[in-house]
């Protein structure tokens, strides 16, 4: 069960530069998440192991042989899964409800980061947020980025800009919240349309559009890129479906019932 929740969300845990105890915490509350579901094949798998092998080394007949029913042997078994059950139903009424909460903030949590940084050679990257990022060519050794071309659509695609140069060397802040990058030997290319300008003209809207063209042999430029885990406060999920046992669920079954009626 827990290798399919692995690869019911694998696509969200790949690539996202997680560390250990972040996967370990999720892996945990996602496998006390899977009790309710697991518990009763366990309970079963068991019991098909453990009266097969009775009734393979003939233990049941000699059970009954010795004038011991059935139901008395299984006594033990029935009493102690009865308390299973009670048990069951207690954790499910008062501890998932907790449970539910945990594991839906830090799955939320990972969801939201954003993924290691690693732009390809040869094709657009688009892992930042309103930005594609082109990278003809990287060297290993000195870091730096050749022919790169950067296409921002942080304004809007009537506003965009683009940067085009030669050569570009990318770092990450200490804070991991602002990638900085300085260009060299390249050309900004924006486009900008004036509030005021009657877009609906046909002057604007098929030839002239207005544009600016800056030359430049240095030009450092941030973009904003969030590379932390930042964990979803659990209060959010206070009053959801989730965050509910058995009388609250009722008490808001009938406000909404009321509520329609």
């Not at 990058?181 to 207005?210: A, E, M």
């Not at 509910?244 to 329609?260: P, T």
Request: glycine share 6%; aromatic share 12%.
């Amino acid at each position: 069960l827990l290798m399919q929740f692995l690869w019911r969300y694998i696509e969200d845990l790949v690539g996202k530069g997680l560390d250990i105890p972040i996967l370990g915490e999720l892996f945990f509350y996602a496998a006390l998440n899977l009790i309710p579901m697991g518990l009763p094949l366990a309970i079963l798998l068991a019991s098909l192991m453990t009266f097969g092998n009775m009734g393979e080394r003939l233990e049941l007949l000699a059970i009954k042989a010795s004038g011991v029913s059935l139901l008395k042997a299984m006594r033990p078994l029935i009493i102690f899964i009865s308390l299973v059950c009670i048990g069951a139903f207690f954790f499910q009424n008062e501890a998932m409800p907790r449970i539910g909460v945990k594991f839906r903030a830090i799955l939320t949590s990972v969801k939201q980061k954003s993924p290691e940084l690693d732009i390809p050679e040869g094709s657009f990257y688009n892992g930042i947020n309103n930005y594609s990022i082109y990278v003809r060519k990287k060297d290993p050794d000195t870091k730096i980025l050749h022919n790169v071309m950067i296409y921002n659509t942080s304004k809007g695609f009537d506003n965009m800009s683009v940067y085009v140069c030669d050569s570009a060397k990318m770092r990450v802040s200490v804070a991991k919240d602002f990638l900085l990058l300085t260009l060299y030997s390249g050309q900004h290319f924006s486009n900008f349309r004036d509030g005021g300008i009657n877009n609906s003209s046909s002057r604007y809207n098929n030839k002239f559009v207005p544009y600016s063209r800056e030359n430049f042999k240095e030009k450092a430029i941030i973009i904003p890129f969030d590379a932390n885990f930042n964990r979803v406060d659990e209060s959010n999920y206070d009053g959801t479906q989730i965050s509910k046992n058995i009388s609250q669920l009722s008490s808001s079954i009938d406000s909404m019932r009321l509520r329609l009626d």
